[in-house]
């Protein structure tokens, strides 16, 4: 009996492609002239603050946004790092008309599952600033009113059990009632071991060299909740 999902983002719900071709490079290009316009701002004064903490020690503003084109560079997945990048795709999305990107059979099933009365719920590495925005303005239109709440790497990392163990406590549920859907198996295991139900996305068909213990499915529309 499944009575909450959570699922994934990248590969999961979204291409993995529009991850790494539209919004990091966005990012990356605005990082510098955003931090210089917006260096007096109190939520950006914070996020150096952090990494000076990160780096453990002070850094001049051109020293800082070294480090986070660096950090970027390397797919680092750092709280102040992800913070910035979700100001500047806040811009992105607002102003300069990016969508969200869904896979086409995502929106209809998280309508679904909600309205069975089984609430949808995200867990992903970006920061949940970002994963709003990424809902609010999707290619499909706004999904945020069919998802009950946004999990990111501060409540653990997505290969640490604890962060599932975390996550069940934090809406309610035993982690046995809960489905977990994710394209990387290493994140799946991690669920497993607190109980949780779990589906692997493969969103490649011709990715045929995959070996895992998961159910797996290709699209959403295949994933089958027990009665
Ligand atoms: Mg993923």
Excluded: C
């Amino acid at each position: 009996m499944v009575t909450a999902i959570i699922t994934d983002i990248e590969g999961t719900t979204t291409s993995v492609s529009f991850v790494y071709d539209v919004l990091f490079p966005y990012a990356r290009e605005h990082i510098p002239s955003y931090i210089k316009n917006h260096s007096q701002q109190i939520n950006v004064i914070e996020q150096l603050k952090l990494i000076n903490t990160e780096v453990g020690r002070s850094l001049s503003i051109n020293e800082a946004i070294e480090q986070l084109l660096q950090w970027m560079d390397e797919d680092k997945k750092i709280t102040p790092l992800k913070n910035l990048q979700g100001m500047i795709w806040e811009d992105g999305y607002k102003t300069n008309g990016f969508q969200g990107d869904v896979y086409e059979d995502v929106p209809a099933n998280i309508k679904k599952w909600h309205d069975m009365g089984v609430p949808v719920y995200i867990y992903s590495s970006g920061s949940i600033k970002a994963q709003k925005l990424l809902f609010s303005h999707s290619i499909a239109g706004d999904l945020t009113p069919w998802l009950s709440g946004y999990f990111d790497t501060t409540i653990g990392a997505k290969k640490d059990h604890q962060s599932y163990l975390r996550i069940a406590k934090e809406i309610n549920k035993s982690p046995a009632e809960i489905l977990f859907l994710s394209d990387i198996t290493d994140e799946l295991d991690a669920a497993n071991q607190t109980g949780m139900q779990t589906v692997l996305l493969i969103r490649n068909k011709n990715d045929n060299s995959f070996q895992s213990d998961h159910i797996f499915a290709e699209n959403f529309n295949q994933i089958q909740l027990n009665e």
